[in-house]
C-alpha cells in the first residue's frame, strides 16, 4: 500500500475524503464518506456510512483519520479518494491486486487562494458548489478514473472530463438518475439485466460499471443485438474491463428466451417495432424495472389516418413527429395496462435531439381498480380515431 501518499495527503488536512467499490458485497456499509465540518466553531471531520437502507453520522478529530484510513482501505474498500484544498488524490486496485494511483491539481477562485478565514473559506466553497461546480454532484462524479468513460473519449486517462464531451457526460448522468430513481428502493440487490439492441454498448458498461462498482449490486447483465462484429467487440472489452458477469450475445429480440428471471429490461434506440417486441418479452417475464428510449418509429406514421383531425396527419413532418408521440403513449398506456406504474420522461435536452423521451415502467405490487381498462379504453380510443393499429397493441391485447 502507498501509506507515505496517504499519509501526505492527511498532512494536508483535507476537506472530503470518499470510500467506494466494496471488497465484499456483503460488507455493512456499502460506501462511506468523510467530511470536514465546523461545529460550535470547532473543525472536526463527520463519517457518514451508507448501508442499503440507512446513513450512520460519526464525529472524529483530524488524529483520527489515519486510523479510519487504514482500517478500511483497502480491506473493505478497492476505491479511495481524498480531497484537498488544490489536490486530489485517487487510490484503487485493481481486480488483479494493483495499486492505481493519481494525483491532480483543483482549481480554486483566486478569492478563496487569497482567503486565511475557515468561515469565509466554507462560505465560498458552499457558493461554488451551488454554481460552477454543480458537476461534484452528478452520480459519475470527475477525478474518478472510468474505463468505459476514458475509451468514450468523455474522460481523459486522469478522470477529467473532456471540454467538448460535457453534454454527453450529462446525458449519461441523467439516464443513471432515471435508473437511480428506480433501483435505490429495489429490495433485491442481485440482478439480472438485459439490453435489448445494445449496439457498442457504451451505456451498458457504464450502468455495469455503476451498478457494481459504486452501488455494489451483485448484476449479470446481457447485451443482445443482430451484429455478430459487435458482439465480439463487445465480448472483448468486457473481458478487458474485469467485467465478469457482463457478456454479449448475438440474436433476435422477438422471440428472445433466457433463462433466469430478469429484473430489469433496457431498450435503447431499438429501432421501430423492435421496441415492442423487447417491451413485449418484458411484460412476459414481469421484469420489475423497464427503461426504453424509442427510436426510427415508422410503423404508425404509415398506417394513421383520420377523418375529424387530419390537420394532424396532412403536413409530413407533422405527422412524423405525431405518429411518434401518438406510439409512445399507447405503449405507456399498454405497459399501465400490464400492470406496471409508467412516466415518459426527458431524456436529454430537445435542443440536442427530437428523441427525447424515455419510457420508465416499474412493476406495481397492487394495480389500482379501474386502472387496467381506463389505460386500454385510451388506446382503443386513439386507434379507432385514427383507423390504425400497433404491434405493441397487437402483442399483449391480441396475444398474436
Known amino acids: ?24 458485497n456483503s460488507y455493512k456499509y456499502k460506501k462511506t464518506v468523510i467530511k470536514k465540518i465546523i461545529i460550535k466553531g470547532r473543525e472536526v471531520y463527520q463519517a457518514e456510512r451508507f448501508t442499503e437502507k440507512q446513513t450512520f453520522h460519526e464525529n472524529t478529530d483530524a488524529d483520527s483519520l489515519e486510523f479510519i484510513i487504514f482500517s478500511e482501505f483497502p480491506d473493505n474498500y478497492k476505491q479511495l479518494n481524498i480531497f484537498c484544498d488544490d489536490v486530489q488524490y485517487d487510490f484503487k486496485y485493481s ?14 477562485s483566486k478569492n478563496l487562494k487569497h482567503n486565511n478565514d475557515l468561515d469565509d473559506f466554507m462560505m465560498i466553497t458552499h457558493r461554488e458548489k451551488n454554481s460552477h461546480n454543480r458537476k461534484k454532484n452528478y452520480l459519475l462524479p470527475e477525478g474518478t478514473v472510468i474505463p468505459p468513460l476514458v475509451d468514450l473519449g468523455i474522460f481523459t486517462k486522469e478522470g477529467k472530463i473532456v471540454k467538448s464531451m460535457y453534454g454527453k457526460y450529462r446525458q449519461i448522468n441523467r439516464f443513471l ?14 440482478m439480472h439485466i438485459v ?36 458482439i465480439e467487440k463487445c465480448n472483448e472489452t468486457a473481458k478487458k474491463y474485469n467485467y ?23 431498450t435503447l ?12 418479452n418484458a411484460v412476459s417475464w414481469n421484469a420489475k424495472m423497464i427503461f426504453s428510449v424509442p427510436c426510427c ?37 399498454l405497459l399501465e395496462y ?9 431524456f436529454v435536452d430537445f435542443a440536442h435531439t427530437p428523441k427525447n423521451i424515455l419510457i420508465r415502467a416499474v412493476k406495481r405490487p397492487v394495480t389500482p381498480k379501474g386502472s387496467r381498462e381506463k389505460a386500454l379504453e385510451e388506446v382503443d380510443r386513439l386507434m379507432e380515431e385514427f383507423h390504425t393499429d400497433q404491434t405493441l397493441y397487437n402483442l399483449i391485447v391480441n396475444e398474436k
Not at 501526505?8 to 470510500?19: R, T, V
Not at 438518475?177 to 442481485?190: F, G, S, T
Not at 448475438?250 to 428466451?257: S, V
Open 177 to 190: 438518475e432515471l435508473v437511480e430513481d428506480v433501483v435505490r428502493d429495489y429490495p433485491n440487490k442481485d
Open 1 to 24: 500500500m502507498d501509506t507515505e501518499r496517504i499519509c501526505e495527503a492527511l498532512s494536508k488536512k483535507p476537506d472530503k475524503i470518499i470510500f467506494s467499490g466494496l471488497v465484499d
Open 195 to 230: 439490453d435489448f439492441g445494445c449496439g457498442k454498448s457504451y451505456l451498458t458498461f457504464i450502468l455495469y460499471y455503476y451498478l457494481v462498482e459504486i452501488k455494489g449490486y451483485n448484476v449479470h447483465m446481457t447485451g443482445l443485438d443482430l451484429k455478430d462484429d459487435v
Open 269 to 280: 434506440h431499438a429501432c421501430d417495432t423492435a421496441t415492442d417486441y423487447a417491451l413485449y
Open 338 to 346: 400490464a400492470g406496471y406504474k409508467t412516466q415518459l420522461l426527458e
Open 95 to 108: 481486480k488483479k491486486g494493483k495499486l492505481l494511483f493519481n494525483e491532480h491539481k483543483i482549481k480554486l
Open 244 to 266: 465478469d458477469n457482463l457478456h454479449f450475445e448475438l440474436g433476435d429480440i422477438n422471440g428472445y428466451k433466457t433463462p433466469f428471471d430478469v429484473d430489469m429490461v433496457i
Open 297 to 333: 418509429q415508422h410503423e404508425l406514421n404509415k398506417k394513421i389516418k383520420s377523418d375529424d383531425l387530419s390537420i394532424l396527419t396532412r403536413y409530413g413532418i407533422i405527422k412524423e413527429r405525431f405518429a411518434a408521440l401518438a406510439t409512445d403513449a399507447i405503449r405507456g398506456n
